[in-house]
């Protein structure tokens, strides 16, 4: 096992940071652009491979830095062909991540939070609660340690927390995907999921570029309260409001993902309210059959109930799609992500 680390690791710095290093320590510019080759080019672990920097400056790096990179203690595989990793915190905990292979497609779920303390009725990382904010460190070697890293086609930050929570972290993490100077993505290739926490909300929506998908789960305030805790402080009504204020046109995609719940929020009067809800907004949204709970009496619709809901909502002008539901078997489909029993001693 990994301890914990008290030093700040190469991988939290963005591009400007790393020019502002070299400048505090008299180094040449170029010295910058160097070492961001060798962290998110040549996938460098640690200052000792960065073979064309001086011997003083890779020891200053390694005297300053933690490396960041930390291999996954356990991996779990689905029949299905989904993985789950469970990676160690700067601080000594746990969190998991899935990789969802789809044909071409290989999607990872990050994770930004040990647990959650939005607490939704068919989440097990709300159940878990709130144990701690993960560094963009913790965000970035989920993927620079993923063994499929090389495939992966999508990111998401659906995994174990609520992201707008996290949001300065989050935040870096997603500088240092999209930067020219580090992993070079496309803000297409990566999307954020909340719950829909309005002041960090605001701020994504203005400074980042990439996709947004909204926990939405139910169209009325007193059904989604019920569900999400989350409601009461910041409704889903403020949370639209906000929306229709910014436009998501062009590539960047507003989805509104919808958990399908048996005899809950699946009925045809709850699809009407969901078209009035989001009509005219330039949308889609995403049918999640909800994944049962080992602790919760959640089940999820039936398949001709799914597809019905579907058919009204196509018929009212929102794109909507099935999302099929991957690793159930090994506690890695959407909402059965968590540490809770997590040991400290895994391997």
């Known amino acids: 096992m990994t301890p914990p680390t008290a030093k700040p690791t190469l991988l939290d710095l963005t591009p400007e940071e790393w020019r502002l290093f070299c400048e505090r320590n008299a180094l040449p510019k170029f010295r910058a652009k160097q070492i961001l080759e060798w962290l998110y080019v040549h996938q460098a672990a640690s200052p000792d491979a960065m073979l064309n920097l001086p011997p003083a400056l890779r020891v200053l790096l390694a005297d300053t830095f933690d490396s960041g990179r930390h291999p996954p203690v356990r991996t779990a595989e689905s029949t299905d062909g989904t993985k789950k990793y469970l990676f160690q915190t700067h601080d000594g905990q746990f969190v998991e991540t899935a990789m969802i292979p789809d044909g071409d497609r290989k999607t990872l779920c990050l994770s930004t939070q040990v647990g959650c303390r939005r607490a939704c009725s068919f989440c097990m990382t709300g159940q878990q609660r709130f144990h701690g904010n993960l560094s963009a460190s913790d965000i970035l070697n989920q993927y620079l340690s993923c063994p499929e890293r090389d495939g992966i086609t999508n990111i998401v930050y659906m995994g174990m927390g609520e992201p707008l929570d996290n949001y300065e972290e989050v935040a870096r993490s997603l500088t240092l995907f999209t930067s020219p100077d580090a992993l070079a993505k496309s803000p297409t290739r990566l999307t954020v999921s909340t719950v829909g926490i309005l002041p960090t909300l605001k701020r994504y929506i203005e400074e980042c570029s990439c996709h947004l998908a909204i926990s939405l789960h139910a169209p009325t305030h007193e059904e989604r309260l019920r569900l999400m805790p989350v ?104 909402g059965l992500l968590s540490t809770k029993h997590q040991s400290n001693t895994p391997c």
């Open 231 to 334: 409601e009461k402080q910041y409704p889903l009504a403020e949370v639209i409001r906000l929306l229709r204020e910014h436009p998501f046109t062009g590539q960047r995609r507003l989805t509104f993902e919808y958990a399908m719940i048996q005899n809950s929020n699946d009925s045809a009067a709850y699809a009407r309210e969901v078209a009035a809800l989001l009509r005219g907004m330039h949308c889609r949204v995403n049918l999640i059959p909800c994944n049962p709970l080992p602790d919760a009496n959640l089940l999820p619709s039936p398949r001709p109930v799914i597809e019905t809901f579907q058919n009204m909502l196509k018929r009212a002008g929102i794109t909507t799609t099935i999302r099929k539901s991957k690793g159930q078997d090994i506690l890695a489909a959407c």
